[in-house]
């Protein structure tokens, strides 16, 4: 990795003479940046990464999106974020603003780190539902899918798309192409990959954003020196600007030694590194559990996961419901993963959840400091949301208290959301554990209901897997099993499933697997009366 000395600061051009998303606007995006620097804090758009630097304006230095340049370091080694900050931009077919910022997307260039760990931000301050769902969607299935075909049989597969993704991809391409780019669908792809929206509201009349930065400037002071917390946000937002006026970087030392000379006294540092990693590990094992494909298809219930999009406009406790089997599960990891990408999260099931309350959970991620401190950071890094999946199965009181006191914790942050899935007949259950408190601090639960497979979902099982076609068909003897997605699951293990034809072939095939259960389970239901059965 490149040495970046405390003394360099090296001249680019200013962003008053390019236009971009205003003085004072940029200034707080740029304190926010330093504050994870400052803080150790991982800063949005790179959840694993230590910042080791931020450049402002990198023009000379071959950055083409060049309002932020962040170097950070992490287990997978150096990796750097490029950022654009611009006040409108809605990325439709007829939005200039996206048209110049693809350009530059364009003529970017892979420099010191592997393209997997330079990624090209594009900041906007006034997000919009088919930003924060649909366009956040396609482009983590860009980084997700292992190659170019993959990615686009998936955009075009009716039922797992919808035409919001369809057209950005399109207009983005369309943009690549006039920027120079070659159209094939490769080197759109890969771009795709590397691509970041980072969604920030400092034009908001309550700006969330600038809340998080103070709570991270407060944490970042000495205890004696707390009232000064505004002073250090405004003392950063300063700094930006100035530094942005004329280019230059500062890493950790320059910043430390700018606010010592100013007479601000800073808290010795809390190590949270560690506790992020095994929070991420945590996650990642715990979503991996989580059945994300029938027949090798992956159905991402798009009507469930637009009413999420919609309702967390509004709402801060979402309860995904339904019928057991429906696909719960996977809409939460699937919004999950959207946000794991930009920032870390925390997912848990009952299992993965450590009894006891805040402070064994603490101790068994060796996060320091009180849980209102590591959720506000964070909340400051982009992941304000605490997931939980199979909310009415946590029956160990220990393991209850442990969501109870995240939920306190998040319920008293700005903005900090739960989303959980329930099955529907436990969503009274839930309350009761529960403190009603929490639930009115957050606005109380809001349901987004699963339904059975769509007409679409099975046209595209169908498509992608025409094995299943007389097994999906409506008139099959198992029609009302197979719209459900475990039930299917199921069943597809088992030798000949498709292609039964009568309502004799599938008693039998439940009589012989009692499906999927254990062995001895197995046995003791075929002990049981026929009609029991």
Not at 371 to 389: C, H, N, P, R
Request: proline share 5%; hydrophobic share 40%.
């Amino acid at each position: 990795m490149q040495s970046h000395r405390s003394s360099e600061i090296e001249r680019g051009s200013s962003p008053a003479s390019r236009g971009p998303a205003g003085a004072y606007i940029e200034g707080e995006l740029g304190a926010l940046y330093l504050l994870a620097l400052l803080t150790g804090n991982r800063a949005p758009g790179l959840p694993d990464s230590r910042i080791v630097s931020v450049r402002f304006q990198g023009t000379e230095q071959g950055y083409k999106l060049d309002d932020l340049i962040v170097s950070g370091v992490g287990a997978s080694g150096d990796s750097v974020l490029e950022i654009q900050s611009k006040r409108d931009i809605t990325f439709s077919p007829q939005d200039s603003v996206y048209k110049e910022v693809a350009f530059q997307i364009a003529r970017s260039v892979v420099g010191t780190v592997p393209a997997d760990r330079h990624f090209l931000g594009i900041a906007t301050q006034r997000t919009s539902r088919r930003i924060s769902g649909a366009y956040q969607d396609v482009l983590k299935w860009a980084r997700t899918m292992e190659y170019a075909g993959a990615f686009f049989t998936r955009l075009n597969a009716r039922g797992i798309a919808n035409n919001d993704m369809r057209d950005f991809v399109s207009t983005t391409r369309k943009h690549l192409v006039a920027g120079g780019v070659t159209d094939d669908d490769n080197t759109i792809w890969r771009l795709l990959r590397r691509m970041l929206i980072l969604e920030f509201d400092f034009e908001a009349t309550s700006p969330i954003t600038r809340v998080y930065g103070y709570a991270l400037a407060r944490m970042a002071l000495a205890d004696e020196d707390i009232g000064s917390t505004g002073a250090l946000w405004s003392r950063l937002v300063d700094l930006s600007i100035k530094t942005g006026t004329t280019g230059g970087l500062i890493d950790r030392e320059a910043l430390l030694r700018n606010l010592t000379e100013a007479g601000f006294r800073l808290a010795s540092g809390r190590e949270y590194g560690p506790a992020r990693a095994k929070l991420a590990e945590l996650a990642k094992n715990t979503l991996a559990h989580i059945g994300t494909s029938v027949a090798g298809v992956t159905l991402p219930r798009l009507e469930a996961v637009a009413m999420f999009d919609e309702a967390s406009e509004t709402h801060r406790f979402l309860e995904i419901c339904g019928d057991p089997g429906v696909g719960k599960s996977g809409v939460l990891r699937h919004l999950a993963e959207r946000v794991a990408r930009r920032a870390p999260i925390i997912f848990l099931d009952r299992d993965s959840t450590p009894p006891g309350g805040w402070l064994p959970f603490a101790n068994t991620l060796g996060i320091p400091g009180s849980a209102a401190e590591f959720l506000t950071d964070l909340a400051a890094s982009g992941g304000a949301m605490l997931f939980v999946d199979g909310l009415d199965m946590f029956d160990d009181v220990g393991r209850r208290r442990t969501i109870v006191e995240l939920m306190r914790a998040a319920s008293a942050i700005p903005d900090f959301k739960v989303i959980a899935t329930t099955r529907r007949a436990a969503n009274i259950d839930v309350q009761i554990w529960i403190d009603d408190q929490i639930v009115t601090t957050m606005g109380g639960a809001y349901p987004i209901e699963v339904g059975p497979l769509s007409e679409d979902e099975v046209a595209t099982l169908v498509n992608q897997a025409p094995d299943l076609r007389s097994l999906l068909a409506p008139n099959h003897p198992a029609a009302a099993l197979t719209r459900n997605l475990y039930r299917l699951s199921r069943l597809l293990k088992a030798p000949g499933a498709t292609r039964i034809r009568t309502e004799a072939e599938m008693a039998g095939i439940w009589w012989n697997s009692a499906d999927g259960a254990p062995a001895n389970d197995v046995r003791a239901a075929q002990r049981l009366p026929p009609m029991s059965v």
